[in-house]
Nanobody, 126 residues
Framework: QVQLVESGGGSVEAGGSLRLSCEAS????????IAWFRQSPGKEREGVGV????????QYADSVKGRFTISQDDATNTIYLQMNNLKSEASAMYYC???????????????????WGQGTQVTVSS
């Protein structure tokens, strides 16, 4: 089993920054991939970025490339999502998710992830 706890959400003006945290625990093989997703009302949950924790390899959605950065602290098993130059369309509930399955890296969509945190709300005002 894997447990995930997100924190760091809040309200910010457009152009501002926030850093989200995801503290992970549990079976390491089941959290080789840790991904960030977001969902706003009426929309599908979409991937923001993913880290393959054994190597630190990263992928990002095109919509956030250059503005969002994922990093990991192996000492505390914490994954961070640094979000800069936030736009109003970034307002959503942000979730971190984990999995160790074959496709968690190659197909990092919501269907490939079995473990989810409770989410943290991000609101960007224009």
């Amino acid at each position: 089993q894997v447990q995930l706890v997100e924190s760091g959400g809040g309200s910010v003006e457009a152009g501002g920054s926030l850093r989200l945290s995801c503290e992970a625990s549990g079976h390491a093989d089941s959290r080789k991939c840790i991904a960030w997703f977001r969902q706003s009302p009426g929309k599908e949950r979409e991937g923001v970025g993913v880290v393959y924790t054994p190597s630190g390899a990263l992928q990002y959605a095109d919509s956030v490339k250059g503005r969002f950065t994922i990093s990991q602290d192996d000492a505390t098993n914490t994954i961070y999502l640094q979000m800069n130059n936030l736009k109003s369309e970034a307002s959503a509930m942000y979730y971190c998710a984990a999995d160790g399955g074959l496709h968690c890296w190659t197909r990092w969509n919501k269907y490939e992830y079995n473990y989810w945190g409770q989410g943290t709300q991000v609101t960007v005002s224009s």
